[in-house]
Nanobody, 117 residues
Framework: QVQIVESGGGLVQPGGSLSLSCVASGFSFTFSSYAMSWYRQAPGKERELVAT????????NYVDSVKGRFTISRDNAKNTVYLQMNSLKPEDTAVYYC????????WGQGTQVTVSL
């Protein structure tokens, strides 16, 4: 059974940093064969793609609003993908979801990030 578990969310002040982790297990194929993405969904808004990393970690892509502030990375030996978030803004407040992509996609349950004074 596939399990994708995000962690690391919380409350942080504007300008602060958080590091999210996503651990995956139960895949039919090795973790290293899956591209991984982070999405976020703010209240009343559609889910938005934030960042993607290729299966071998060789390429990354980011939505314009987080470029230069967020970094996606992965450790295939640990079946884990990370999202380092720096210079956080109130508009980054959302539930952050991890997604594994191959032929079939799998979602985690999300972790709440709140940026506020």
């Amino acid at each position: 059974q596939v399990q994708i578990v995000e962690s690391g969310g919380g409350l942080v002040q504007p300008g602060g940093s958080l590091s999210l982790s996503c651990v995956a297990s139960g895949f039919s194929f090795t973790f290293s064969s899956y591209a991984m993405s982070w999405y976020r969904q703010a209240p009343g808004k559609e889910r938005e793609l934030v960042a993607t990393i290729t299966s071998n970690g060789g390429r990354t892509n980011y939505v314009d609003s987080v470029k230069g502030r967020f970094t996606i990375s992965r450790d295939n030996a640990k079946n884990t993908v990370y999202l380092q978030m720096n210079s956080l803004k109130p508009e980054d407040t959302a539930v952050y979801y991890c997604k594994a992509i191959r032929v079939t996609s799998y979602w985690g349950q999300g972790t709440q990030v709140t940026v506020s004074l």
